[in-house]
């Protein structure tokens, strides 16, 4: 059996210690701290990245409440703009309905005077000429001139019967 | 079978650079070219050969972080160390007309006492004189310590051997077999195809064996290590 060959053990062993110190010392102080690096280098990138995604995410949610934000100020006050238009519109609009229905009153008001006026006028000079073409009637018919107040009261009478 | 390249002493000390000190040689060469070529561009996303050297870099720190501890991390080189070298001396001693230098059970017993006493001048430089309270198990009646403490020592002192022995075997045999089927297949002439059948089959056997051995030589040294750090 080789391996109990006792004359190959030296430098089997002579060699194995000098791989073997080679070998640590290689990983202990070149091999290892680089593969170390690599991995500690990728695992903070990676962790770096994610925060940055998370920061990103964060400000776009804020930038989009500000967004919304703006926007439902600017409907308010929009909003709020069309309203008071439309109440001043609505007060002029009254104010003018107002004012021209008492300058309308004012006129019926006027013209109904007036037209009792030319009425009352109308009548009178109705019964003026009433009594007028009665007294010529009544000369043409009994060739004497009948009495001016007996003729108007004549008039009265009939005008009242005739309304 | 040690063959002498290049015959040295030093004295009356044989030191010859054999066959088995060339694989040595050439394990880590290997090993060192695997870790520092493969890191070479420093990739955030890794080629195949920086996956094989991170993958085993995080490998060998998780099993030094389960098993020994977070203190343990002092050691992990020493472990990474010991597994590659010992996974490379098996998986090169597959390659055909090279030679495994792990099947040799002075190689392996070597690395197994030299673990042997890294873990006891740990636990030593660690606990002091309380390291020996180590060989009676806590709670177990004062009586009891003529028996105990004796088996305890025993199995103690047994791991080096244990660990060199399990090693040594697994690689001998395995690489042993294989070569008796191939030495079948040029007696049996043109039947020579089922032993090749059978040692094509061996092959990936021996593949998984080489991986396991080192993985198990790898665990019981984080193993003594952790009791070396904790004691109980």
Same mark, same amino acid.
């Given at each position: 059996?080789?391996?109990?060959? !006792?004359?190959?053990?030296?430098?089997?062993?002579?060699?194995?210690?000098?791989?073997?110190?080679?070998?640590?010392?290689?990983?202990?102080?070149?091999?290892?701290?680089?593969? &170390?690096?690599?991995?500690?280098?990728?695992?903070?990138?990676?962790?770096?990245?994610?925060?940055?995604?998370?920061?990103?995410?964060?400000?776009?949610?804020?930038?989009?409440?500000?967004?919304?934000?703006?926007?439902?100020?600017?409907? *308010?006050?929009?909003?709020?703009?069309?309203? $008071?238009?439309?109440?001043?519109? *609505?007060?002029?609009?009254?104010? @003018?309905?107002?004012?021209?229905?008492?300058?309308?009153?004012?006129?019926?008001?006027?013209?109904?005077?007036?037209?009792?006026?030319?009425?009352?006028?109308?009548?009178?000079?109705?019964?003026?000429?009433?009594?007028?073409?009665?007294?010529?009637?009544?000369?043409?018919?009994?060739?004497?001139?009948?009495?001016?107040?007996?003729?108007?009261?004549?008039?009265?009478?009939?005008?009242?019967?005739?309304? | 079978?040690?063959?002498?390249?290049?015959?040295?002493?030093?004295?009356?000390?044989?030191?010859?650079?054999?066959?088995?000190?060339?694989?040595?040689?050439?394990?880590?060469?290997?090993?060192?070219?695997?870790?520092?070529?493969?890191?070479?561009?420093?990739?955030?996303?890794?080629? @195949?050969?920086?996956?094989?050297?991170?993958?085993?870099?995080?490998?060998?720190?998780?099993?030094?972080?389960?098993?020994?501890?977070?203190? &343990?991390?002092?050691? !992990?080189?020493?472990?990474?160390?010991?597994?590659?070298?010992?996974?490379?001396?098996?998986?090169?001693?597959?390659?055909?007309?090279?030679?495994?230098?792990?099947?040799?059970?002075?190689?392996?017993?070597?690395?197994?006492?030299?673990?042997?006493?890294?873990?006891?001048?740990?636990?030593?430089?660690?606990?002091?004189?309380?390291?020996?309270? !180590?060989?009676?198990?806590?709670?177990?009646?004062?009586?009891?310590?003529?028996?105990?403490?004796?088996?305890?020592?025993?199995?103690?002192?047994?791991?080096?051997?244990?660990?060199?022995?399990?090693?040594?075997?697994?690689?001998?045999?395995?690489?042993?077999?294989?070569?008796?089927?191939?030495?079948?297949?040029?007696?049996? &002439?043109?039947?020579?195809?089922?032993?090749?059948?059978?040692?094509?089959?061996?092959?990936?056997? $021996?593949?998984?064996?080489?991986?396991?051995?080192?993985?198990?030589?790898?665990?019981?040294?984080?193993?003594?290590?952790?009791? *070396?750090?904790?004691?109980?």
């Amino acid at each position: 059996m080789p391996q109990l060959d !006792f004359t190959t053990f030296a430098p089997q062993l002579f060699w194995l210690a000098v791989s073997f110190v080679v070998l640590y010392g290689l990983m202990r102080w070149l091999a290892l701290p680089r593969v &170390g690096q690599v991995i500690a280098g990728r695992r903070e990138h990676l962790s770096r990245d994610l925060t940055r995604a998370a920061d990103l995410k964060t400000e776009a949610e804020a930038a989009l409440a500000a967004y919304q934000k703006t926007l439902a100020d600017a409907r *308010a006050a929009a909003q709020a703009a069309l309203r $008071e238009t439309s109440e001043k519109l *609505a007060a002029e609009a009254a104010a @003018r309905q107002q004012q021209l229905s008492a300058t309308l009153a004012a006129q019926v008001a006027a013209a109904e005077a007036r037209i009792a006026a030319m009425k009352e006028q109308a009548l009178a000079d109705v019964r003026g000429i009433a009594t007028e073409v009665g007294g010529a009637v009544v000369e043409k018919l009994i060739g004497a001139s009948a009495d001016a107040a007996k003729l108007r009261t004549a008039v009265e009478h009939a005008a009242e019967r005739a309304w | 079978m040690i063959e002498r390249i290049v015959p040295l002493h030093i004295g009356s000390v044989d030191i010859s650079y054999t066959n088995s000190a060339l694989l040595m040689t050439i394990a880590v060469a290997l090993i060192t070219l695997l870790l520092v070529a493969g890191t070479r561009r420093r990739a955030m996303v890794p080629s @195949r050969l920086q996956s094989i050297a991170e993958m085993s870099y995080e490998f060998i720190a998780a099993m030094v972080d389960e098993n020994i501890g977070h203190e &343990g991390i002092e050691f !992990f080189p020493l472990v990474f160390s010991i597994f590659m070298f010992v996974l490379f001396g098996n998986m090169l001693g597959l390659i055909p007309y090279s030679f495994t230098f792990t099947s040799h059970i002075i190689v392996t017993f070597a690395l197994a006492v030299f673990v042997f006493l890294v873990a006891t001048l740990v636990a030593f430089a660690r606990h002091g004189i309380h390291f020996f309270s !180590f060989f009676f198990p806590p709670g177990a009646p004062v009586f009891m310590a003529p028996i105990l403490v004796p088996i305890e020592i025993v199995s103690y002192l047994s791991r080096p051997v244990s660990l060199s022995i399990r090693l040594f075997a697994n690689m001998m045999a395995g690489h042993t077999m294989m070569a008796v089927f191939a030495g079948f297949t040029i007696t049996l &002439g043109l039947f020579g195809f089922f032993p090749i059948a059978i040692n094509v089959a061996l092959f990936a056997l $021996e593949v998984i064996v080489t991986a396991l051995q080192a993985y198990v030589f790898t665990i019981l040294t984080c193993l003594y290590l952790r009791d *070396a750090v904790h004691l109980h």
